[in-house]
């Protein structure tokens, strides 16, 4: 073995960082070893350590290809024996890789995980001695499961075939159930697992009722980030492109990004973005894994994103650079349903879904600073954090239990099966023609809502869905279920305190909008 220290300046830095030392110590002493830390949490500096300080080649398993060639560059220019083993090397090259290898002549080889599991190249590793393998963005394993890029769920081999060398998994998220499917599908028995806080304290955390969300970003673009550069995300590509030529259009020149473009528009795009100052990326989750940009000043939701662990990889891109950064959420209960909708399509991951969806509602919906419910999500205990919209305006709360009493009745009495617009029209006294068609005058609750408004009873009725008292079914056809916990609201033996509804300001007037 080599010294750490050695190792440690021949890498360029002047000192570890106490996980980083903890991971790299552990790997060292022939123990597997976990790694959450979020991205810009100094990873890579642990298995490029440990692989070049243990006698071996170190094996570095990654699915973000551009990132490695950029990793493989950088390590080169320190004088580290780094390469890269692809389907792009020439003939000779290929040749020169193998016989560099058989010779010791390697310090660290990457590779994709889809590279590594041909049984070639699995066996040609057999013969060489190995220091570890790192497995880099792990949780792609539990993301992508078995479909998208199979070979990931299939390095549970790694602990088979190597029984010796130890294995690291690294991933940009912490929660307990990711952190468990890694361990589990990597085989690792007594791995040490270890967690860094994933707190991205410079962003300022913004969530509010989305309502005719164009103006709404342009007054955040506006007042709040004039001139800056960003990320807005969208669910739908063709709503990427949308947006993006409307905002060029007034002088917000933006790019879109979706995976559905060719790689050289997409790589153009990245490139100009990462570049140019001030430009907006309006993209899919596609633009994400790996990027690194240090001016990244907010990013903006348009749309929900599934999870907590999606929604805070996503503003982890803004401030990078540890300045004051913003993150923008808007939703409201109509993009609840349809998320709801859209995982109730995918049979097969539908509980672990469904599990993360249900949590990042009540995040969402949860009294109180919000940063401190995300990080609780995390297993991760905060104070107030002094940077979020609760905490820099505080609103009141109401008691929400009368009127959530109505609606649950109304739910009851219509059998479930009434869009909730057309109860919230019902208790409003609207003759609308959904009220009008289940004769909703006649009901005993038609009028008797006019203390909220529309967006108040909408607020009302996330609430509900968000902590589980009545449960949205909505195939083959909308269903509306009370849930057991309704009861005891039905009961008057709990309460319901709602925080007062928040909407985003907006900008510019209906005409040059629509
Ligand atoms: P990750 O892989 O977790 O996303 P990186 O390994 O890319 O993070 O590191 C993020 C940044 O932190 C890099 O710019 C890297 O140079 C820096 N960094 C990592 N470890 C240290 C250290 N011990 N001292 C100083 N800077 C570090
Ligand atoms: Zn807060």
Redesign the pocket.
């Known amino acids: 073995m080599i010294q750490k220290n050695t190792i440690l300046s021949k890498l360029g830095?002047?000192?570890?960082?106490p996980l980083?030392e903890e991971a790299i110590d552990a790997l060292c002493a022939g123990t597997d070893v976990l790694l959450a830390?979020p991205?810009?949490?100094?990873?890579?500096?642990v298995y490029q350590s440990a692989g070049l300080i243990r006698d071996g080649v170190g094996v570095i398993i990654s699915p973000l290809i551009a990132l490695m060639a950029q990793q493989v560059e950088s390590l080169k220019d320190k004088g580290v024996n780094a390469h890269f083993l692809n389907s792009n090397l020439q003939p000779d090259e290929h040749d020169d890789l193998v016989w560099a290898l058989r010779n010791n002549h390697i310090d660290l080889l990457f590779l994709s995980p889809e590279k590594l599991m041909q049984p070639s190249v699995m066996s040609f590793l057999n013969s060489l001695s190995i220091s570890l393998f790192a497995v880099d963005e792990a949780h792609c394993i539990t993301q992508w499961g078995s479909s998208f890029r199979p070979e990931y769920s299939q390095l549970g081999q790694l602990r088979q075939n190597f029984p010796d060398v130890p294995i690291i998994a690294?991933t940009g998220t912490v929660d307990g159930s990711t952190v468990k499917a890694i361990q589990a599908s990597l085989k690792m028995q007594h791995a040490l697992v270890l967690k860094s806080s994933f707190d991205r304290k410079n962003i300022e955390i913004q969530i509010a009722q989305k309502r005719k969300s164009k103006r709404q970003i342009l007054y955040f673009l506006h007042h709040e980030m004039a001139g800056e550069s960003g990320i807005i995300y969208c669910r739908s590509r063709k709503k990427t492109e949308q947006l993006a030529s409307w905002l060029t259009q007034l002088g917000l020149p933006s790019l879109p990004y979706h995976a559905a473009m060719n790689d050289r528009a997409r790589q153009e795009n990245h490139q100009r973005f990462s570049t140019q100052p001030g430009l907006i990326m309006v993209a899919t989750t596609a633009y994400g894994m790996g990027i690194?940009i240090a001016h990244i000043r907010f990013v903006i939701h348009v749309d929900l994103p599934d999870s907590p662990e999606a929604y805070f990889q996503e503003i982890g891109r803004a401030g990078r650079d540890g300045k004051p950064s913003k993150a923008l959420l808007l939703y409201g209960l109509q993009d609840m349903l349809n998320a709801q909708r859209f995982n109730g399509l995918q049979d097969q991951l539908d509980d672990d879904r469904k599990e993360r969806l249900s949590a990042f509602l009540q995040v969402l919906e949860g009294r109180g600073c919000r940063r401190k419910n995300l990080l609780k999500h995390f297993d991760e205990s905060a104070q107030d954090c002094g940077n979020c919209d609760r905490c820099l305006a505080p609103s009141a709360e109401q008691n929400s239990t009368i009127a959530s009493q109505k609606l649950l009745s109304l739910i009851y009495h219509t059998r479930g099966i009434q869009p909730f617009s057309v109860l919230i029209q019902l208790l409003l006294g609207k003759r609308t023609k959904g009220v009008s068609a289940i004769q909703g005058e006649r009901l005993s609750l038609f009028g008797k809502g006019k203390e909220l408004n529309e967006a108040q009873w909408k607020a009302v009725v996330r609430h509900l869905i968000a902590f589980d008292y009545i449960e949205v079914h909505q195939m083959p056809v909308f269903c509306v279920h009370l849930k057991e916990k309704a009861r005891g609201i039905l009961r008057s033996q709990a309460q319901i305190l709602l925080p007062q509804e928040r909407y985003y300001p907006l900008l510019g007037s209906e005409e040059d909008l629509n």
């Open positions: 830095y002047l000192q570890y960082r980083q830390a991205t810009g949490g100094g990873k890579s500096l690294l690194d």
